[in-house]
């Protein structure tokens, strides 16, 4: 089973539509999660973190379920610009801290 | 806003010769991290670095790789003899002091003909 596995898309949505991402990870010591944005041939970006609370920044929502070992990204509103790969990552704990392993990512394309 | 910077932004090597990729991390951020993609795969996790030293490397991370920190700013990634498949984006990281999330730098895109 893959540490981080991401459904690859893409996500062909209109202008205006929600969606939705989720993302499991196999290692259930993992205690660090993020969601990054990558845009083609670019650095992977920071998003934001998620918390076991869930968390909300502006149109983004990111939710934690310890117990199913999944993670999701709710974008609202689309936009042309929120045309990106959207990467889940988790921290490898454990030997070193602070590793980060990405799953391959989940492309989205918003159109007009 | 503070940014990871790297240098260069493509660099074309022959098979066999030796590459420095180079790194300046955002300045109070303590540790640093070398990731690479390769076109088309995820991004891989190469070494993490504190205080010094190696505190974690991948396996891919072999005897042909190392880094340094030769100064207070830069952090470098070597590679003695480069492969054909060593082609890749590398990104250059780091992270502050009690925080997991990394900032990555734009990459350099090595190419190994």
């Known amino acids: 089973r893959k540490e981080v596995e991401q459904d690859p898309g893409p996500f062909n949505v209109p202008e205006g539509a929600t969606v939705a991402f989720n993302c499991t990870y196999s290692n259930s010591a993992s205690q660090s999660f993020f969601w990054y944005r990558q845009d083609c041939r670019k650095e992977p970006k920071l998003l934001m973190s998620?918390?076991?609370s869930g968390n909300e920044d502006g149109r983004f929502t990111a939710q934690l379920n310890r117990a199913s070992q999944y993670i999701s990204l709710l974008i609202r509103d689309s936009k042309l610009s929120d045309s990106a790969t959207y990467l889940c990552?988790?921290?490898?704990?454990?030997?070193?801290?602070?590793?980060?392993?990405f799953g391959t990512g989940t492309r989205l394309l918003v159109s007009p | 806003e503070p940014e990871v910077t790297q240098t260069p932004s493509h660099q074309v090597t022959q098979m066999g010769q030796e590459v420095i990729l180079r790194c300046v991390p955002i300045?109070?951020?303590?540790?640093f991290y070398w990731y690479r993609q390769i076109l088309g795969q995820k991004v891989e996790f190469l070494v993490s670095?504190?205080?010094?030293?190696?505190?974690?490397k991948s396996e891919i991370f072999d005897d042909q790789f190392s880094v340094e920190r030769p100064d207070g700013s830069n952090f470098t990634l070597k590679i003695r003899s480069t492969k054909l498949e060593d082609s890749a984006m590398y990104f250059c990281?780091?992270?502050?002091?009690?925080?997991?999330?990394?900032?990555f730098g734009q990459g350099t895109r090595l190419t190994v003909v």
């Open positions: 300045s109070n951020h303590l540790y």
């Open positions: 990552v988790v921290n490898r704990p454990g030997g070193g801290f602070q590793k980060l392993v």
């Open positions: 670095f504190y205080n010094n030293e190696i505190s974690e």
């Open positions: 990281a780091s992270s502050g002091r009690g925080r997991v999330e990394a900032f």
């Open positions: 998620v918390y076991s």
